[in-house]
């Protein structure tokens, strides 16, 4: 009779279920609103990109835009090629990610797999701290220390180049592809590799063979938020590299990269609606599918390796 009657206590009244009904509606709202806010704010982002740059495209031909080679939007006769912007964006994000993604998942799979605690504790806030520097100091850090220092032993190595800062920004979204793929790697079933250390694999091969497999959807969204993030990056190429629009393949010499001349042309007076003014939204309309191509191809990547495993 007694474990009747407390199980009869235990039930919930009218009064509980129904707040907990109107909690469980109200949470339900509030994340509904969450999610379609952030789907209006980029919604609102292409809205004015595009309308816009639409007033730019109206006076410059797309093919011209494309294919140009050259970037004067205050000459007496403006040409408006994108190819000395893109160039010198592409060149420093690539140089940030040939040093960013190694690095970082090395690191990521030595404190997932190899590291003891005391080790982590050290190395977590440190990568922490490098998040919080504030980009305008790792502009100058490029610019005051790392390239004299760089001068040194680089023959022909110029005052404003794209080397350097595409060092700095791979330094700068280190801790992003390490966390991100550190929690990836540890969400990894124990079972696996436990199973592969019964069919005698060693702590590497295991890593090498099972985890990062096992982790690679989230190490892959790693390395794409670490593209965007060097992609977009504005203050360390704004100082570092230079304002000049410069074609070239000499990651040595100082080129505007697209975030740059953004930066330069919004600190100038131009007139609202102006066609230099219009050509700001152009080239952030470029970056806009430039990101979204990333994320688009990592989204591919994602669902494919899950077929595969």
Known sequence: MSVVADKERFIPSQAYRTRRR????????????A??????ITTGIVYILVTESWGFFSQVSIWDFLTDTQWTPMFENPRFGIWPLLTATLWAAGIALIIAIPLGTVLAVYLSEFARPSVKEVVKPCLE??????????GYFALLLLTPFF?????????????VPGIVLGIMILPYIVSVSEDAMRAVPSSMREGAYALGMSRVQTAIRVVIPGAFS???????????????????LAVAAGQNPNLT????????????????????DLPHGSLAYQSIFAVGLVLFIITFAFNFFGHLLRQRFREIY
């Open 218 to 236: 989230g190490i892959t969204a790693a390395y794409i938020l670490g593209m965007s993030r060097a992609v977009g990056e504005t203050m360390v």
């Open 129 to 138: 701290m490098l998040e919080a520097v504030p980009t305008i100091v790792y």
């Open 22 to 33: 109107t909690v469980d509606a109200v949470t339900r709202v509030l994340l509904f609103l």
């Open 249 to 268: 393949a000499d990651p040595r010499e100082g080129a505007a990269t697209i975030t740059a001349y953004i930066v330069q042309m919004s600190m100038g």
């Open 151 to 163: 001068q040194t032993f680089i023959p022909g190595l110029g005052g404003f180049n794209l080397l």
């Open 35 to 40: 999610a379609g806010a952030s789907v209006l």
